[in-house]
């Protein structure tokens, strides 16, 4: 059970305590926090840059420095394929630490790539995968960040990558837990793109360390075949598990203005919709911007997303 899933529950009962009896000053605190706060906040996902980090307009050190003061966004979120050579450099590490304080900017996470399966079906394999992934728990912990976000990448079949994901998935969080680290998986192809695989493979690792992070648009099974799927679905299998939300947009519709939409895949996304299945679940943590739109500059898709956002919970919030 999530942590955010605690919350709820005790939420909730406090609830209906206050009507017949006088609430605690902690519990007391603790509705009016929940009355009083946000929703939800807005990060940003390093990813939705990644055009002008690779053409190189963009230092990734300069990272935390425009979330801030071209968005207004306090929260960050790494990807490690643009420092990949600097996990252990702790001086470079430092600068990234000393420019997010300077700006105000909280280091979230840091996304994990190019480390190998965490279900290899080779042992050996699978093991070198998990301890790729150590450096990348020390580096976040060094940076102050809650999670690092890793794929739950096997091959086999469908109950054979279960157990295979679940076991370098509950290794590698074991590492993680000593660094008070959480470790956290998104749906990223293949059948982690199934939130009912995701959701057991979950349930089978069964460490209060792993979570997920539910990504709105990758959904895609296999999208050369074409195989998605359902993304509303998948997103509340998840959420129970959920440490991070990444907000996936791509395309705008004006006359639609809760809706984002992938027009190389067809397929969209009603946020409204969406962050309603997220804020039910009792999730008031940060939503991660990730623009991966072609229509728009990445500068311009930001801000877009960040509205849309901003729309989505000031509708809800009502």
């Not at 979330?67 to 490690?80: C, K, L, M, R, S």
């Given at each position: 059970m999530s942590r955010t899933t605690n919350r709820r529950q005790f939420l909730r009962k406090m609830t209906g305590y206050a009507a017949g009896a006088a609430l605690g000053a902690w519990a007391a605190h603790e509705l009016h926090a929940a009355k009083e706060s946000p929703l939800y906040r807005i990060s940003l996902a390093e990813w939705s840059l990644h055009k002008?980090?690779?053409?190189?307009?963009?230092?990734?050190?300069?990272?935390?420095?425009?979330?801030?003061?071209?968005?207004?966004?306090?929260?960050?979120?790494?990807?490690?394929?643009?420092?990949?050579?600097?996990?252990?450099?702790?001086?470079?590490?430092?600068?990234?630490?000393?420019?997010?304080?300077?700006?105000?900017?909280?280091?979230?996470?840091?996304?994990?790539?190019?480390?190998?399966?965490?279900?290899?079906?080779?042992?050996?394999?699978?093991?070198?995968?998990?301890?790729?992934?150590?450096?990348?728990?020390?580096?976040a912990a060094f940076l102050g960040c809650h999670s690092i976000r890793v794929n739950a990448a096997s091959a086999g079949s469908y109950d054979e990558q279960v157990a295979l994901a679940a076991d370098g998935l509950r290794r590698l969080t074991e590492f993680a837990e000593k660094h008070q680290l959480y470790v956290i998986v998104e749906n990223h192809g293949g059948l982690s793109s199934n939130g009912a695989w995701l959701a057991e493979v979950m349930r089978r690792v069964d460490h209060p360390h792993c979570g997920t992070l539910p990504d709105f648009g990758n959904f895609g099974i296999n999208r050369q075949k074409d195989i998605w799927y359902d993304r509303y679905r998948g997103v509340e299998e998840l959420m129970p598990y959920a440490q991070a939300v990444s907000a996936k947009t791509y395309s705008f519709d004006e006359d639609r203005p809760f809706v984002t939409i992938d027009r190389r895949h067809n397929q969209e996304t009603d946020y409204l919709r969406m962050m309603k299945i997220v804020v039910d679940s009792g999730y008031r943590g940060y939503v991660g911007i990730e623009y991966e739109g072609h229509e728009l500059d990445e500068m311009t898709g930001i801000r877009k997303s960040k509205e849309l956002l901003e729309r989505v919970r000031e509708k809800l919030s009502a």
């Open positions: 002008a980090i690779f053409d190189k307009k963009l230092d990734h050190l300069d990272f935390a420095k425009v979330a801030q003061e071209e968005f207004g966004i306090d929260g960050v979120e790494y990807v490690n394929q643009f420092f990949f050579e600097k996990a252990k450099d702790k001086e470079y590490l430092g600068e990234m630490k000393k420019r997010a304080d300077d700006h105000g900017v909280k280091s979230l996470l840091i996304m994990i790539d190019r480390e190998g399966r965490l279900g290899d079906p080779d042992e050996a394999k699978r093991t070198q995968a998990i301890e790729n992934h150590y450096k990348w728990v020390e580096a």
